[in-house]
């Protein structure tokens, strides 16, 4: 069984630095066809129940999808509308649990980055991402003051990606070192990249790549 | 961070770490003291930062399985079992039943491990000496167990994505039952060192309490959350790998302190042998591997999926975009956010508590900075 499982992992590694390319044309077929924000063509299909409507009731056309996929639902929803749409998720439909703040980096598009807020509701068993498309340099709200533990992973995503959030307290890197200067997580900034000068100053090393 | 007022002019700053052997890694906590209360503190991390997701995103999903091991590296098992399901949740497979219940067993055996060297370095920072060498004694025969399954201790990569890549070798379920019936006397051994022990009673009871709202409000799971009477395990509320089939119970305790949260994990470990019991028992047979291409390539999509982790909820949101490798996968750690939490647990308390509440929230650092 084990050699039989090595042939499999060893090709791609064997095609590996044309790989390394290939998240970009898909990237790139996305902003060809300019209005459509999520990535290529996900098969997800229409989300409908009792939560959508009343979401519909409240927030209007600020939420522009409600959508299902393998069977984990989410909503895209205008990111001056966020901090909003989370209170009343929380306070009306109980999703009382931020499972987690994160980042996607879709950089062919205008709006680059996609945030994405992982929700659970401890009541009703179920889980709901919220989503929201933010421009480069543009802030997009904290959550911190409905949800205390966004405090760290709007840190994070910050530290990765770049993006500042508006209102939040205390908004600095929380894994790198505060001086480092790039945002790894951004697709242009390659693996093999690093901040030669902090490295240098700070290790006394000559990073060799 | 400190400014030292006139008013407050006693206020003293402590740096404590990164090399400090009660911060169970790299932590650095500096620590703001009026005498010896706590009146503030900031966590400094990413001492141990790797770029694990960085790296996912450069490697073809196969590839960067064992990664995952290197985050809780003393859950190593854990971390492959969500992964793994993440994956076939975007190709829409599932693990065969016998792949599904050796993974079982094999992560609850590493949820004693993980708890056994939870206990013994807890019980080590409060000064007890002796469980700590109880429990790597213990330890031992589970690692053992793992390294005639796969050839490694810790860092084990026990599984592929739609199955396991080996099977169980002969003797696997003599062993699985023999190291169950061995352990029940020896977490009963633990207690009696410890569980009234007044010493023991009088630094936990009352220290680093945090109730089940302020939990919710910080995002904390695992044993901490159910420690503060919220009855919430993933293996019952979103049952994965077929955990419907086994019955056991979600220890809770209700006040929410550094005591309870040692009994929640006392039983935890009792119940984990319970699981493992059930499910050597009745190992299916069939094939280990589910029918699936050989490279992975999912559809373009994205998924979330979280798994009850020895430390709390352990997530993956991963998402597609068709090609061999992934577009991004995000990890999300359960020791990372249950830290946030050390600020309100310690603040107002003692100086010689932030070593018993760094020790009672289980963080492994690995898998705080990744």
Same mark, same amino acid.
């Not at chain 1, 990237?27 to 939560?51: C, D, N, Q, R």
């Given at each position: 069984m084990a050699d039989e499982e090595k042939p499999a992992s060893s090709p791609p590694p064997a095609g590996e630095p044309p790989k390394a390319a290939a998240p970009k044309p898909a990237a790139a077929a996305a902003g060809a066809h /300019?209005?459509?924000?999520?990535?290529?063509?996900?098969? +997800?299909?229409?989300?409908?129940? +009792?939560?959508?409507?009343?979401?519909? =009731?409240?927030? #209007?056309?600020? *939420?522009? =999808?409600? %959508?299902?996929?393998? #069977? =984990?639902? @989410?909503? $895209?929803?205008? +990111?001056?509308?966020?901090?909003?749409?989370?209170?009343?998720?929380?306070?009306?439909?109980? @999703?009382?649990? !931020? $499972?987690? *703040?994160?980042? $996607?980096?879709?950089?062919?598009?205008?709006?680059?980055?996609? !945030? &994405?807020? *992982?929700?659970?509701? @401890?009541? %009703?068993?179920?889980? /709901?991402? &919220?989503?929201?498309? $933010? +421009?480069? #340099? /543009?802030k997009a709200p904290s959550v911190v003051h409905v949800h205390l533990g966004a405090n760290w992973l709007e840190r994070e995503v910050f530290d990765m990606f770049g993006v500042e959030f508006e209102g939040h307290p205390d908004m600095r890197r929380i894994l790198l070192p505060e001086e480092w200067t790039g945002f790894p997580l951004r697709k242009e900034y390659s693996i093999l990249q690093q901040d030669d000068r902090w490295v240098k100053e700070n290790l006394g090393i000559e990073s060799g790549h | 961070m400190a400014q030292s007022t006139f008013l407050d002019a006693n206020e003293l700053v402590l740096n404590m770490g990164p090399q400090h052997p009660s911060t169970h890694g790299v932590l650095r906590v500096i620590l703001k003291l009026d005498g010896e209360t706590v009146t503030g503190t900031e966590c400094v991390i990413g001492y141990l930062h790797r770029g694990v997701e960085k790296i996912a995103e450069n490697r073809t999903y196969i590839q960067f399985a064992p990664y995952v091991d290197r985050m809780d590296y003393v859950a190593a098992v854990s971390n492959g079992l969500g992964y793994c399901l993440a994956i076939e949740k975007l190709l829409n497979i599932e693990a065969p039943p016998r792949a599904q219940a050796v993974r079982v067993i094999l992560t609850e055996l590493n949820r004693i491990t993980s708890h056994l060297l939870w206990l013994g370095t807890h019980a080590l920072d409060i000064g007890a000496i002796t469980p700590v060498f109880y429990c790597f004694r213990d330890r031992e025969e589970a690692l053992k167990i793992f390294e005639n399954y796969c050839g490694a201790r810790l860092t084990t990569h026990a599984f592929r994505i739609g199955g396991l890549q080996y099977e169980v070798y002969d003797g696997f379920e003599q062993e699985v039952r023999a190291f169950c019936d061995m352990f029940i006397p020896k977490v009963d051994e633990y207690e009696e060192l410890l569980t009234n022990n007044r010493i023991w009673v009088n630094r936990l009871k009352g220290v680093g309490v945090l109730s089940g709202e302020e939990c919710k409000e910080y995002g904390v799971t695992g044993p901490v959350l159910r420690a503060s009477g919220v009855k919430w395990d993933l293996r019952k509320a979103q049952p994965y790998s077929g955990y419907e089939q086994y019955d056991f119970e979600i220890p809770t305790a209700q006040n929410g302190d550094t005591y309870d949260r040692y009994t929640v994990r006392m039983e935890e470990m009792r119940q984990s042998v319970r699981i493992m019991r059930q499910a050597v028992d009745k190992i299916p047979s069939g094939p280990i591997m589910a029918k699936m291409s050989k490279v992975v390539k999912p559809p373009v999509g994205e998924a979330y999926v979280s798994i009850e982790a020895p430390k709390g909820e352990l997530g993956y949101y991963v998402v597609s975009d068709n090609s061999t490798q992934p577009y991004r996968v995000r990890v999300r750690p359960p020791s990372f956010v249950n830290l946030q939490a050390l600020d309100r647990m310690v603040r107002g308390g003692l100086i010689a508590d932030v070593v018993a509440i760094i020790g009672t929230l289980d963080i492994v650092l690995g898998e705080v900075d990744r």
């Amino acid at each position: 069984m084990a050699d039989e499982e090595k042939p499999a992992s060893s090709p791609p590694p064997a095609g590996e630095p044309p790989k390394a390319a290939a998240p970009k044309p898909a990237a790139a077929a996305a902003g060809a066809h /300019v209005p459509p924000k999520p990535p290529p063509a996900m098969a +997800a299909t229409p989300w409908e129940s +009792a939560l959508t409507e009343s979401l519909k =009731q409240a927030f #209007g056309d600020r *939420i522009s =999808q409600y %959508s299902t996929y393998l #069977g =984990q639902n @989410f909503i $895209v929803a205008n +990111a001056e509308a966020l901090d909003s749409i989370l209170d009343f998720l929380k306070l009306e439909a109980d @999703f009382d649990y !931020l $499972v987690d *703040i994160t980042a $996607v980096d879709y950089p062919k598009l205008e709006k680059r980055f996609e !945030l &994405v807020y *992982i929700l659970y509701s @401890f009541a %009703s068993n179920e889980r /709901v991402r &919220v989503k929201i498309h $933010v +421009a480069d #340099g /543009v802030k997009a709200p904290s959550v911190v003051h409905v949800h205390l533990g966004a405090n760290w992973l709007e840190r994070e995503v910050f530290d990765m990606f770049g993006v500042e959030f508006e209102g939040h307290p205390d908004m600095r890197r929380i894994l790198l070192p505060e001086e480092w200067t790039g945002f790894p997580l951004r697709k242009e900034y390659s693996i093999l990249q690093q901040d030669d000068r902090w490295v240098k100053e700070n290790l006394g090393i000559e990073s060799g790549h | 961070m400190a400014q030292s007022t006139f008013l407050d002019a006693n206020e003293l700053v402590l740096n404590m770490g990164p090399q400090h052997p009660s911060t169970h890694g790299v932590l650095r906590v500096i620590l703001k003291l009026d005498g010896e209360t706590v009146t503030g503190t900031e966590c400094v991390i990413g001492y141990l930062h790797r770029g694990v997701e960085k790296i996912a995103e450069n490697r073809t999903y196969i590839q960067f399985a064992p990664y995952v091991d290197r985050m809780d590296y003393v859950a190593a098992v854990s971390n492959g079992l969500g992964y793994c399901l993440a994956i076939e949740k975007l190709l829409n497979i599932e693990a065969p039943p016998r792949a599904q219940a050796v993974r079982v067993i094999l992560t609850e055996l590493n949820r004693i491990t993980s708890h056994l060297l939870w206990l013994g370095t807890h019980a080590l920072d409060i000064g007890a000496i002796t469980p700590v060498f109880y429990c790597f004694r213990d330890r031992e025969e589970a690692l053992k167990i793992f390294e005639n399954y796969c050839g490694a201790r810790l860092t084990t990569h026990a599984f592929r994505i739609g199955g396991l890549q080996y099977e169980v070798y002969d003797g696997f379920e003599q062993e699985v039952r023999a190291f169950c019936d061995m352990f029940i006397p020896k977490v009963d051994e633990y207690e009696e060192l410890l569980t009234n022990n007044r010493i023991w009673v009088n630094r936990l009871k009352g220290v680093g309490v945090l109730s089940g709202e302020e939990c919710k409000e910080y995002g904390v799971t695992g044993p901490v959350l159910r420690a503060s009477g919220v009855k919430w395990d993933l293996r019952k509320a979103q049952p994965y790998s077929g955990y419907e089939q086994y019955d056991f119970e979600i220890p809770t305790a209700q006040n929410g302190d550094t005591y309870d949260r040692y009994t929640v994990r006392m039983e935890e470990m009792r119940q984990s042998v319970r699981i493992m019991r059930q499910a050597v028992d009745k190992i299916p047979s069939g094939p280990i591997m589910a029918k699936m291409s050989k490279v992975v390539k999912p559809p373009v999509g994205e998924a979330y999926v979280s798994i009850e982790a020895p430390k709390g909820e352990l997530g993956y949101y991963v998402v597609s975009d068709n090609s061999t490798q992934p577009y991004r996968v995000r990890v999300r750690p359960p020791s990372f956010v249950n830290l946030q939490a050390l600020d309100r647990m310690v603040r107002g308390g003692l100086i010689a508590d932030v070593v018993a509440i760094i020790g009672t929230l289980d963080i492994v650092l690995g898998e705080v900075d990744r």
